[in-house]
């Protein structure tokens, strides 16, 4: 398969997790993280410090100290990139790495916007964890699996959204 397939074979699966999914051209991606900051109305955002030039909107408060718990608790969301992205299974993996932040940035706000490139879709899991292997072994990287957002079942099998982490996921795909 081509890698367009598997972009949209990561967006369709992504998407049957209930996460939010909108495709973007590269060059556009400063204007919709924008956007889709202003329609949340995210005004203080949680992000980590190494976040690329052009991501971070004019008026919103950026929090980047991933340490303070309450600061993060006071964020109306959290924007990120990624480590990289499995189109089969509509998975995110975070491995702190650039523009990814500390492990607590992204489960204490329960809005949490992640940026994917294209580039960055492996179609399998073998595929992902041969890729993530050398942060793993070089930087004893933590990682972090997200499909969808927070979610967990009461007894009565119930879905309850925002238990363990963010209650919406945003994922935008850009390229």
Not at 105 to 115: F, G, I, R
């Amino acid at each position: 398969m081509s890698e367009t397939d598997d972009v949209g074979l990561f967006c369709e699966r992504a998407g049957e997790y209930r996460s939010a999914v909108s495709r973007v051209a590269g060059d556009e991606l400063p204007a919709a993280i924008a956007r889709a900051l202003r329609e949340r109305v995210v005004r203080r955002l949680a992000a980590p410090a190494d976040l690329p030039p052009g991501w971070a909107p004019r008026g919103v408060e950026l929090i980047t100290d991933a340490a303070d718990i309450a600061a993060l608790d006071g964020a109306d969301g959290v924007l990120t990139a990624c480590a990289l992205a499995i189109a089969e299974t509509g998975t995110i993996v975070l491995d702190g790495g650039v523009a990814q932040g500390a492990r607590a940035l992204t489960l204490v706000p329960d809005y949490h916007l992640c940026v994917v490139r294209a580039d960055q879709i492996v179609r399998s899991v073998p595929e992902a964890v041969h890729r993530l292997a050398a942060a793993v072994r070089e930087r004893r990287a933590p990682l972090t699996f997200i499909s969808g957002p927070s979610a967990t079942s009461d007894i009565e099998l119930d879905r309850v959204e925002g238990v363990h982490g963010p209650r919406t996921l945003h994922v935008l795909v850009a390229g």
